[in-house]
């Protein structure tokens, strides 16, 4: 398995980005390779402050790179040399089995839908976040940010997409899938909510177990939470500043230390040909670490693949 890496994406690029890859590959197994896609004269500088040798990678020079603030698609077009163009050749044409980026959300969301193509079937990919349960466990919410407009057959799939994946890869079995609205009843909510869940009751493609309110969200009544993708971003970044203020106030508590992001690292883009990983843009060595693992995880589950068995 080889594990591409985009060494200058990330606020803290590449100083945090080599260090994660240093710790992730002392972590994997030797099956396990790490492409890193970036500068070489940097990443070879950071390698050397660890006292790690450029034989441990396999080292993608590369003249560009993309930053936050760039249009996705035009970065993309203008910057065919960038770290995060050439991570997505080498995942196109099969060089490497999973490509992730803590960079510009939009042109790894971009570049995948345009390089490596959707699943044929998926309507439209999409972007999930891991919520920790109280119980332990842990529930899937999706789309957070990549569809904020939706339609009815787009949330249907979205229950498919993050049934797949918290089976697959959180190890969830039969997950229960719910609607996220503002009440319980089949009734209540938009008329999207409402197109929706008459689509989604009774169907035979996932455990759908009705509307969910978002005061639930961290217990047992479901494990895959769907909603638009307005509607999931806003649900992330409030809980990202609930976990914020906590430690701002320097509370301890086991639960809510699982709500730091630097545990997961990254989230999927459910739906694409080949694994591709967006992690936060203030990740650090730790974050990167954990992104690394993750594709390597969703790269072992042949996850695309079995979302594509399940749409035929």
């Given at each position: 398995?080889?594990?591409?890496?985009?060494?200058?994406?990330?606020?803290?690029?590449?100083?945090?980005?080599?260090?994660?890859?240093?710790?992730?590959?002392?972590?994997?197994?030797?099956?396990?390779e790490i492409v890193l896609f970036g500068?070489?004269?940097?990443?070879?500088?950071?390698?050397?402050?660890?006292?790690?040798?450029?034989?441990?990678?396999?080292?993608?020079?590369?003249?560009?790179?993309?930053?936050?603030?760039?249009?996705?698609?035009?970065?993309?077009?203008?910057?065919?040399?960038?770290?995060?163009?050439?991570?997505?050749?080498?995942?196109?044409?099969?060089?490497?089995?999973?490509?992730?980026?803590?960079?510009?959300?939009?042109?790894?969301?971009?570049?995948?839908?345009?390089?490596?193509?959707?699943?044929?079937?998926?309507?439209?990919?999409?972007?999930?976040?891991?919520?920790?349960?109280?119980?332990?466990?842990?529930?899937?919410?999706?789309?957070?940010?990549?569809?904020?407009?939706?339609?009815?057959?787009?949330?249907?799939?979205?229950?498919?997409?993050?049934?797949?994946?918290?089976?697959?890869?959180?190890?969830?079995?039969?997950?229960?899938?719910?609607?996220?609205?503002?009440g319980e009843e089949k009734t209540k909510?938009?008329?999207?909510?409402q197109a929706s869940y008459e689509m989604?009751?009774?169907?035979?493609?996932?455990?759908?177990?009705?509307?969910?309110?978002?005061?639930?969200?961290?217990?047992?009544?479901?494990?895959?939470?769907?909603?638009?993708?307005?509607?999931?971003?806003?649900?992330?970044?409030?809980?990202?500043?609930?976990?914020?203020?906590?430690?701002?106030?320097?509370?301890?508590?086991?639960?809510?230390?699982?709500?730091?992001?630097?545990?997961?690292?990254?989230?999927?883009?459910?739906?694409?040909?080949?694994?591709?990983?967006?992690?936060?843009?203030?990740?650090?060595?730790?974050?990167?670490?954990?992104?690394?693992?993750?594709?390597?995880?969703?790269?072992?589950?042949?996850?695309?693949?079995?979302?594509?068995?399940?749409?035929?």
């Amino acid at each position: 398995m080889r594990i591409g890496i985009d060494i200058m994406g990330g606020d803290y690029a590449p100083q945090k980005t080599v260090h994660g890859a240093i710790l992730a590959q002392k972590e994997l197994t030797k099956e396990a390779e790490i492409v890193l896609f970036g500068n070489k004269e940097d990443i070879l500088s950071e390698l050397k402050s660890h006292k790690i040798s450029e034989n441990m990678f396999e080292i993608v020079d590369c003249l560009e790179v993309i930053e936050m603030g760039e249009h996705a698609v035009k970065a993309l077009k203008l910057k065919p040399k960038s770290s995060i163009s050439t991570g997505f050749h080498y995942l196109s044409t099969g060089k490497i089995d999973g490509f992730a980026s803590a960079g510009n959300t939009g042109a790894m969301f971009a570049g995948g839908f345009f390089s490596v193509k959707a699943i044929s079937g998926v309507i439209r990919p999409c972007i999930s976040t891991v919520l920790p349960k109280e119980n332990g466990g842990v529930g899937v919410l999706l789309d957070v940010g990549a569809n904020a407009d939706c339609k009815a057959d787009v949330l249907y799939q979205f229950g498919i997409l993050g049934s797949l994946f918290a089976e697959h890869v959180c190890g969830i079995k039969y997950p229960k899938v719910g609607l996220l609205n503002l009440g319980e009843e089949k009734t209540k909510g938009n008329l999207l909510t409402q197109a929706s869940y008459e689509m989604m009751e009774g169907n035979r493609d996932y455990n759908f177990v009705g509307n969910i309110e978002s005061r639930d969200l961290f217990e047992e009544s479901s494990d895959v939470i769907v909603c638009d993708g307005f509607t999931g971003n806003i649900v992330l970044k409030e809980a990202e500043a609930f976990y914020n203020l906590i430690k701002k106030r320097g509370y301890e508590d086991e639960y809510f230390q699982r709500f730091n992001y630097e545990n997961y690292g990254g989230t999927p883009v459910l739906g694409l040909n080949k694994t591709v990983i967006i992690g936060h843009g203030i990740s650090n060595e730790i974050a990167i670490k954990n992104m690394i693992s993750l594709t390597k995880d969703v790269v072992e589950a042949d996850l695309t693949t079995k979302i594509e068995e399940k749409l035929k």
